[in-house]
């Protein structure tokens, strides 16, 4: 009896939902985000994946998590566009990683360093990283001047996916840094700012190429449609054994204090995977699995590192066996309970219902 919790990720499907949205968006390029240990479900897996599946690009946010890439064997192009100041890029020139710049410091490094291709970074209205307006001149004259030293092959922003509105302003205000490019005589072929949403909603989002993330992973974006209302495959589930059954009489409490207690004389199912593996505390008496052939409710608070599972009164026609296993969540499709149910039921979004799921999950990727 296997007595770990499991990430379990469906190679296929991470391949399907490849080609699904390869057809949506062509004839734009494509890159697959797998920052953040892929959105949870293994970063170097996941990637080779997703080349094999023919993505264009692979996009993570910095140079630890790139080069973690390419010692795994990854052989795609890489774009990594968060860097701390100071960063001299060495190891971008080093494992052949393109860097998305924010700056005129990380511009200048990036040539010292002998870094052949970058992307720009630009804000336009994020507020994040990126150049903001004022600095576009300078820092488009430079990359104008640095011609044949470093090519700029992109110039990237992102939305805020406020509302279609706010998206058009940021869109036009890329429009605008495109022309001052242009009139410097740069025309970066990739040109990109839709991440899942936007590539999904607006066909002007998707310019030369789109960064997917989430629908990758086959989990949708949208609070209004779920993953196979845009054909997609949810690739990761989460499961978890019974390593206990405790008959517990009414009035009886379980877990810290006492958030729910017995309300008849009931079982509980012991599952070892707590807020340490990424379960959200607060998912107790809110978040259900499938266990048995039935969705059962977490009851109690979830520890650190196990939870309980109300499976009800000994029934021989309603088995729950030790060993058997709990599905946190999956593929609808299944009958999984899905990661937007979890979301819902801790106050979150699905985004990180998956990635913060502890990467000392043992994870299996076929
Ligand atoms: C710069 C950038 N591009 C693309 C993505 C992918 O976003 P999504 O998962 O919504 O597709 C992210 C994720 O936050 C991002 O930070």
């Known amino acids: 009896m ?10 296929a499907a991470l391949q399907h ?3 699904v949205l390869r057809r949506a968006v062509a004839p734009a390029a494509v890159m697959a985000v797998v920052k953040a240990n892929a959105y949870g479900h293994g970063a170097v897996e996941s990637a080779l994946a997703f080349e094999e599946a023919g993505v264009d690009w692979l996009g993570v946010v910095d140079l630890d998590e790139a080069v973690a890439l390419r010692e795994g064997g990854v052989d795609a192009s890489i774009l990594s566009w968060l860097h701390a100041p100071g960063e001299t890029f060495e190891r971008a020139a080093a494992f052949r990683i393109t860097p998305a710049v924010s700056d005129l410091e990380q511009l200048e490094a990036c040539a010292a360093a002998g870094v052949p291709a970058v992307h720009l970074v630009i804000d336009t209205g994020l507020s994040r990283n990126g150049a903001t307006s004022s600095e576009w001149p300078a820092l488009f004259d430079r990359a104008a001047e640095l011609a044949g030293v470093v090519e700029i ?7 805020s996916n406020t509302s279609p509105h706010e998206d058009g302003h940021q869109m036009a205000a890329f429009v605008r840094a495109v022309g001052l490019l242009a009139e410097r005589g740069i025309t970066p072929p990739l040109q990109h700012l839709a991440a899942s949403a936007a590539a999904l909603s607006y066909q002007a989002s998707r310019i030369t190429m789109v960064r997917f993330g989430l629908a990758m992973y086959g989990l949708s974006p949208f609070d209004d449609r779920a993953s196979a209302d845009l054909g997609l495959r949810p690739a990761m589930t989460l499961s978890a054994p019974v390593i206990g059954i405790k008959a517990v009489p009414a009035g009886e409490g379980t877990s810290y204090g006492y958030t729910w207690r017995a309300s008849v004389d009931t079982r509980l199912a012991l599952l070892p995977i707590g807020y340490a593996d990424g379960i959200a505390r607060h998912a107790g008496n809110s978040a259900q699995v499938l266990l048995g052939g039935r969705m059962r409710p977490v009851v109690g608070r979830v520890a650190m590192n196990a939870l309980t599972v109300d499976i009800g009164p000994d029934d021989p026609a309603d088995p729950v066996r030790l060993g058997d296993e709990a599905v946190f969540w999956g593929d609808e499709a299944a ?16 985004y990180e219902v998956v990635a913060t799921l502890s990467p000392r999950l043992p994870r299996s990727c076929r």
């Open 2 to 11: 296997t007595r770990e919790a499991v990430v379990a990720v469906d190679r």
């Open 17 to 19: 939902n490849v080609d």
């Open 153 to 159: 092959e992109g110039l990237m922003t992102h939305l």
């Open 335 to 350: 009958g999984h309970p899905t990661a937007a149910d979890w979301a819902d039921a801790t106050g979150t979004i699905n």
